[in-house]
């Protein structure tokens, strides 16, 4: 058995990898939902044994005449479920039987506990057991069983040696048994079908053995025996990994392993077989968890055989799993350091950009206070312009008048003199006309510098409160007040040139900024530089 398994192991792995078929990716989705679901399937088996137990507890009692029948019950639960406890049950209906001394219960009885046998790979102990057992006696369904179990037998003994001439010799023996089953069984039942696909599978005749293995999937009853489903679809998976047919393969593995689980079977065999296909394709962590349920189950089964089938695959598909670990691993420690790379890389360049950045933010707010300075003295020249345009034109016109009152008082005082009249003389330079003089002056100040400034009375009285406010004589004048910051506004800040123009002196052009200042609402030292801002 172990060289059989090993060479299907081979063929599986022989097999080129192929694309999952979405029937398969269906089955295998259907499978992991059922893995979920086990706990709730195993409960259904064990409630019904349960039951039976308690049932067997009171026909104990009362040494009823259904406790072979309730053993027996019992043996049909564990068959698939717990080794031990089958094989126990078997051998219990065996000795009920014989106290009962009933030929077919006898017989059904050694059948069972023949399936334990096989089961468990205790093929020489089976191989007896069933030949003490008259076939001359039996008859029906009895002599069916008979012929299945010795098809078994000799199948799983071709298995278990895997090496000729003895594979083909037990091989034949278990075709001739399977031929005379199906010479018993009724033609074109589900039994029959079955028997003729497992014949066919032994011939090599799989595309025959699929056709036949679909009538027995086809039929009506094949829901109520969930177990029967499973083998049929293994054998069926089988037939694709034969023909090739990866895809289709892993589709009925995963059926069988399906009904496996469903039918809470423990003595399986679709899911490990299934668990290295699904490996090939990549999927190592679906392989692994099918793989280490199929070891679950067949610890708890507790058999030889079925342990020493998985222990040849288990180690494949764990090491398979720890290359992909490892490479993914190396991949993660690649990815991680290129991604270190690149950010050492990203921080360098930020680095670097901040700093260009800053640079630039430097230059240009450099260049924005030069431009703002820039601004500003343009803005002073414009002004300056406009002042100095205004005075000239302004002083043209004084000038020009000036002369003429010069040009007159030249006149009178020519006349004056030519005509002796010296008394007068004194009379026409007497202070007054001076005094006229620059207040005429102080008036074409006041209304030149209020045409550049129309808005400099109200500025600078807001600088003040009301009650320090004051207002010029009319709205073309300034007061003597406002006349020396009007002198400032223009860019005149000495004092003594202030004094000059104003006819002030030094001391008295001091002592009224002073005062002016103390009684603002700034600090003196904003005053002039509001002043400027008007």
């Known amino acids: 058995m172990k060289h059989t398994l090993l060479l299907y192991i081979l063929l599986i792995s022989a097999l080129p990898a192929s694309a999952i078929s979405p ?23 064990t409630d019904r044994i349960d039951l039976l137990h308690r049932e ?15 053993n027996y019950a019992l043996y049909n639960e564990y068959r698939s479920y717990c080794y031990d406890s089958a094989r126990y049950y078997g051998e219990q209906c065996l000795r009920i039987a014989q106290q009962q001394q009933r030929d077919d219960r006898l017989v059904e009885a050694r059948h069972a506990l023949a399936f334990s046998l096989i ?41 278990y040696i895997g090496q000729e001439p003895y594979y083909k010799k037990y091989i034949t023996r278990s075709n001739a048994w399977l031929d005379s089953l199906l010479a018993i069984t009724p033609e074109g039942s589900m039994a029959w079908w079955s028997a003729r696909g497992s014949k066919q599978m032994r011939d090599n005749a799989y595309q025959q053995a699929l056709e036949s293995f679909a009538h027995v999937m086809g039929s009506d009853s094949i829901e109520a025996d969930q177990h029967l489903m499973a083998i049929t679809a293994a054998e069926m998976a089988w037939a694709y990994v034969f023909l090739d047919n990866e895809p289709k393969a892993i589709e009925y593995f995963a059926r069988s392993a399906v009904a496996d689980n469903e039918s809470a079977t423990r003595e399986i065999t679709a899911l490990y077989h299934l668990s290295r296909l699904v490996d090939k394709q990549g999927q190592h962590d679906r392989a692994s968890r099918y793989v280490h349920q199929a070891l679950e189950d067949i610890n708890f089964y507790n058999t030889r055989l079925r342990k020493v ?8 598909i764990e090491q398979d799993r720890y290359d992909a670990l490892r490479s993914q691993r190396n991949l993660l420690i690649a990815a991680t350091l290129l991604a270190i790379a690149l950010l050492i890389g990203i921080l360098g360049s930020y680095w670097f950009i901040r700093r260009k950045n800053r640079q630039l933010t430097e230059a240009h707010q450099t260049i924005a206070g030069q431009l703002e300075e820039l601004r500003q003295a343009n803005l002073q020249l414009k002004e300056a312009d406009k002042i100095k345009n205004a005075y000239i034109g302004r002083s043209f016109y004084t000038n020009a008048e000036f002369v003429g009152k010069l040009e007159k008082l030249f006149l009178a005082l020519d ?30 100040f006041d209304q030149t510098f209020l045409k550049l400034f129309p808005d400099f009375v109200e500025r ?16 073309q004048s300034l007061t003597s007040e406002m006349r020396i910051f009007a002198l400032i506004r223009l860019g005149i800040t000495d004092s003594e040139r202030i004094a000059k123009f104003l006819d002030y002196s030094v001391h008295t052009v001091n002592t009224y900024k002073t005062r002016i200042k103390n009684r603002s609402t700034v600090d003196n030292d904003q005053f002039e530089r509001l002043i400027m801002e008007i």
């Open 23 to 45: 029937d398969a990716d269906y089955w295998l989705d259907m499978l992991d939902k059922s893995l979920d679901q086990r706990e709730t399937f195993d409960r259904q088996r």
């Open 56 to 70: 067997l507890g009171e026909a104990r009692k009362r040494q009823g005449s259904d406790l072979f029948d309730l």
């Open 119 to 159: 089961s468990a790979g205790l093929l020489s102990e089976a191989d007896e057991l069933l030949a003490s057992i008259d076939r001359s006696k039996l008859s029906g369904r009895l002599l069916q069983e008979h012929y299945a179990h010795l098809a078994q037998l000799w199948r799983t003994k071709a298995d």
């Open 309 to 316: 089938e998985i222990n040849d695959i288990l180690p494949i």
């Open 415 to 444: 006349r004056k003199i030519a005509t002796r009249q010296y008394d007068d003389l004194r009379s026409t330079l007497k202070q007054s006309t001076l005094n006229t003089e620059r207040e005429s002056m102080y008036e074409a």
């Open 460 to 475: 600078y009285n807001a600088l003040f409160d009301e009650k320090d406010r004051r207002q010029p004589p009319t709205e």
